[in-house]
C-alpha cells in the first residue's frame, strides 16, 4: 500500500529499521481498536450529545443489546480460516439479531428498529464524525510504524471506513475490519481472528491496541496476541500501557 508524502521522521526510526532489529522483534504487524483509542471517545459523545436527547430510549436500549451481544461467543473453529467468504451474511444476521433484541425492549417492530439504528446510530454518527480530532501524535505513530514495514491493520466493533477517512488515516492501515461484520462484538475471538488472518499471521505475532480492558485488551489476549493498552492507569494485563502516543512508537521500535 502506498504512503502519501513523507512526514518528519521518527528520530529512532533508522535504527529500528535495520535487519539486525527485525530478526529480534517478535511484533510482525500491529492491529489497533477506533473508536476511543486513536481518539478520544469524549469527543465522539460531545458531538453526538443531541442524538441522547432526542432518541434516549432508542439509544439506551441499543446500548443494552450491544453488551449482551457482547457475552454471546461462540467456540471458535479449530481451523483459523478465511474470514472474507460469506462476510456479508455474518454481518445481516448480527444486525437483525441487534435490532430484534433492541426492539424487543422496546416493544417495537423488528423491522423498523433497524432502519431507526441504521439512521440513529451508523449514520447519524458518521455525519458528526468531521468535528472529531484524533489524540496528538497519533499520525507520527502510524507513519513512523509504517515506514519501519510493519504492517497495520484496524479492527473495530462500528463501521470504521467512513471515520478513517475523516480522520485523515486511510494510507497507514493495510486493511480495516468491522467485527460487526464477523457476527460478533469484541472480546468474542471471532474479530480478533479475522484480524489475523488479514495479515496472514498467527496471532502471537500481532500486537493489539486499544483502551478497553473487557473488550480490546481481554479478547486480544485470549488468542496469545500482545497488548498495549492507552489510558491513564495501568493494566497489569496488558504488556504496554501509555498515554503518550510516542511512548508506543519508542516502544514498539526501540525495545
Known amino acids: 500500500m502506498s504512503v502519501s508524502a513523507p512526514r518528519r521522521r521518527a528520530p529512532f526510526l533508522d535504527k529500528a529499521i535495520s535487519a539486525k532489529y527485525y530478526a529480534k522483534v517478535k511484533i510482525k504487524a500491529v492491529g489497533f481498536d477506533l473508536d476511543g483509542t486513536l481518539y478520544p471517545a469524549w469527543s465522539m459523545y460531545a458531538v453526538s450529545a ?53 426492539a424487543k425492549s422496546l416493544g417495537a417492530d423488528p423491522s423498523a428498529i433497524a432502519l431507526s439504528i441504521d439512521a440513529t446510530v451508523y449514520s447519524a454518527i458518521e455525519k458528526r464524525f468531521f468535528r472529531v480530532k484524533p489524540y496528538p501524535g497519533v499520525a507520527a505513530c502510524l507513519d513512523a510504524l509504517r515506514r519501519s514495514g510493519l504492517p497495520l491493520g484496524l479492527l473495530s466493533d462500528l463501521p470504521p471506513k467512513t471515520k478513517i477517512r475523516l480522520l485523515g488515516f486511510e494510507e497507514y492501515f493495510d486493511f480495516v475490519l468491522c467485527s460487526e461484520d464477523f457476527g460478533a462484538l469484541k472480546p468474542d475471538p471471532r474479530p480478533f481472528l479475522a484480524l489475523a488472518a488479514g495479515f496472514g499471521l498467527e496471532p502471537e505475532a500481532i500486537l493489539y491496541v486499544g483502551y478497553k480492558r473487557e473488550y480490546d485488551i481481554a479478547g486480544a489476549k485470549s488468542l496469545g496476541m500482545k497488548t498495549a493498552f492507552i489510558g491513564r492507569r495501568k493494566d497489569p494485563e496488558a504488556d504496554f500501557s501509555f498515554t503518550k502516543w510516542e511512548d508506543l512508537t519508542r516502544w514498539i521500535l526501540e525495545r
Not at 56 to 74: E, I, M, N, V, Y
Not at 86 to 99: C, D, I, P, V, Y
Open 50 to 102: 443531541d442524538l441522547g436527547i432526542r432518541h434516549p430510549f432508542l439509544l439506551r436500549a441499543f446500548s443494552q443489546a450491544r453488551k449482551r451481544l457482547r457475552t454471546q461467543t461462540t467456540a471458535v473453529a479449530s481451523e483459523r480460516g478465511d474470514f472474507g467468504a460469506g462476510r456479508l451474511t455474518e454481518s445481516a444476521a448480527f444486525k437483525n439479531r441487534q435490532a430484534s433484541m433492541v
